[in-house]
């Protein structure tokens, strides 16, 4: 009778194993499905995704307000392309320029600086050299992207002014002459040899093209290498 009754248990052992057995399961199963749950991030509201897509830094919109005139009251200079149009001193003082600019040597730059009878102004800063000054602001290239710089602005179209007074002066690039608005499909094509698009936008709610100019008098004297207006 004993025998018959531990028999009789069995079955009873192994159906409270099994339930046990299928609760652990559960357990499992609901502890992973919450670990799950946890790593799940809500879509952002569709109100700030609407304010990021019209916030000025994504749609890059320039200012609509009047702009100052980028050159004095009066006609626009002319815009000469024609290097015979060059006085010798002025076209002998650009190929001499052009040569130490193409060696990628600064200082062979600043000899020819020297050989005017006062040495061209290159910052609105003082107590650098012109070589320390290009070194500070291109440290990358170690001051050389400056001589590249210099190519790209001497091989642009150039301006006389101020023709017969004591400031005559030949101008490149033309265009910091001309008031940035007015410029044509081409002649932004060589303004964007020179800068960026970024740079441009920047220009015209300044209200003038504000980088790097050369000016060379009648006499052949390197008079400026300077940014501003």
Do not use: C
């Not at 060696?103 to 020819?112: F, I, M, T, W």
């Not at 210099?150 to 690039?173: A, C, N, R, S």
């Not at 060379?216 to 290498?225: C, E, L």
């Amino acid at each position: 009778m004993h025998l018959i009754r531990g028999e009789a248990m069995r079955p009873l052992r192994f159906m409270l194993l099994a339930a046990a057995l299928a609760v652990a399961a559960g357990a499992v199963a609901s502890a992973q499905t919450r670990v799950k749950t946890q790593i799940v991030r809500p879509p952002a509201p569709a109100a700030e995704v609407a304010k990021d897509a019209d916030s000025p830094a994504v749609t890059g919109s320039v200012s609509n307000e009047p702009q100052p005139a980028a050159t004095p009251t009066g006609d626009a200079p002319e815009i000469i392309t024609d290097l015979a149009r060059l006085p010798p001193p002025v076209a002998r003082m650009r190929e001499r320029i052009l040569a130490a600019a193409r060696s990628g040597e600064l200082h062979r730059l600043v000899s020819v600086m020297q050989s005017s009878a006062t040495l061209p102004v290159f910052s609105v800063n003082r107590g650098l050299d012109p070589i320390t000054y290009w070194k500070s602001n291109y440290p990358d290239s170690d001051g050389v992207e400056i001589l590249a710089t210099l190519i790209d602005i001497l091989d642009t179209g150039f301006v006389h002014v101020d023709e017969g007074k004591p400031q005559d002066m030949y101008v490149w690039p033309y265009f910091a002459r001309l008031p940035l608005k007015t410029l044509t499909a081409s002649q932004k094509v060589d303004l964007f040899k020179i800068i960026t698009g970024s740079d441009y936008k920047e220009m015209l709610a300044a209200g003038a093209y504000n980088f790097f100019r050369i000016g060379i008098a009648s006499d052949g004297s390197w008079r400026f290498f300077v940014t501003g207006n």
